[in-house]
């Protein structure tokens, strides 16, 4: 007898949580789950204010931050952007067969207006004015110093 009250207490406690954790109308009010406190990752303006040019470690932070890493590989890694490893001086072929050569001016050039490469498809996003003067001159000495 005292066993099948207990039981009866126990299905009684899991009952109403199932209630609770359902919000069903004959139940208290549902217990808020507590949310884990979210991680902010700052932008990285680490020199946002020197006078000293940016330098590739800044680039490469914003590379990865403004994520550019998800289309680019800086290895020679096929992604649907093309590597970025050896852009400096080499040859590139545009969609219109027009050939011409990596430079840092194109590459800045590429975040306002991309120029289509072929075998690549027209995937790259224009950036206008959403990258500062720092951002892209940081972007662009990651880039040069890549092998």
Known sequence: MVLSRRFGQVIATLSMVTCVGCGHPSSPAPVQPVQPAQETHPEPTARANSSAPPTAAEGEQLFQYKGCVSCHSVDGTPRVGPPLNGYLGRELSLADGTRVVGSEARLRASLD???????????????GDQLDARTRQAITAYVASLP
Not at 113 to 127: R, T
């Open 113 to 127: 207006k991309p120029e289509p490469l072929k075998d690549y498809p027209v995937a790259m996003p224009v950036y």
